[in-house]
Structure formats: C-alpha cells, structure tokens
C-alpha cells in the first residue's frame, strides 16, 4: 500500500502562486507514476501533471507554461508549483500514486483562486 499526505491548501489571488506537496510512505522509485490530478465543482477529475515511467513528466494543456512538477526522492516528496494562477484553477487537488498496477488517493487539497 500507499499511503500520500498533502500539503498547501490555500487562497490566492488571480496571478499569484501556490506550492502543493505531497509525501509518500514508500521510495518513489517504487512507484509506476506520481502526481496531481484536480477536480471542480461539477467536472470530472482531470490530469494536471505527473511523472510516468520514471522520470517522464505529463501536463495537462491547460496548465503547461504555468505550472511545474518536481520531486525530492530523498523526500520521498512530489511538488506542484503552480505560477500565474487563474480562476478556472480552481479545484480541489488529489496527489495520486501508481503501485502493483493499483492508484492511490490523498485526501484532497482545496485551492481557490479569487480576488
């Protein structure tokens, strides 16, 4: 099993920048892939960004340019920088892992973005 903390929630304002963490009980180099979806009120839960295969790393069109995954394997810890925020960012975040072929789940990270 996986088990993922998040970290970050916040209110920001159009423009500005938030940092999300997310910490995982097991070394990355064990995990298929790690990263963040989102999910607004209303839509589905979509990709924002995530490493694949090892050190292969996905954004969703949407964001690219914007926002910027890393990680600190010592950490154990995945980050998304997320600069130039917009109001359509708005969502709840998910930190996800892959495992043996199983995804697992954060709690959820609320980041609003409004004046």
């Known amino acids: 099993q996986v088990q993922l903390v998040e970290s970050g929630v916040g209110l920001v304002q159009p423009g500005g920048s938030l940092r999300l963490s997310c910490a995982a009980s097991?070394?990355?180099?064990?995990?298929?892939?790690m990263g963040w979806y989102r999910q607004a009120p209303g839509k589905q839960r979509e990709l924002v960004a995530a490493?694949?295969?090892?050190?292969?790393?996905d954004y969703a069109d949407s964001v690219k340019g914007r926002f910027t995954i890393s990680r600190d394997n010592n950490k154990n810890t995945v980050y998304l920088q997320m600069n130039s925020l917009k109001p359509d960012d708005t969502a709840v975040y998910y930190c996800?892992?892959?495992?043996?072929?199983?995804?697992?789940w954060g709690q959820g990270t609320q980041v609003t973005v409004s004046s």
């Open positions: 490493f694949t295969s090892g050190s292969i790393t």
């Open positions: 996800y892992a892959k495992y043996m072929d199983i995804n697992y």
């Open positions: 097991r070394s990355i180099y064990t995990l298929n892939a």
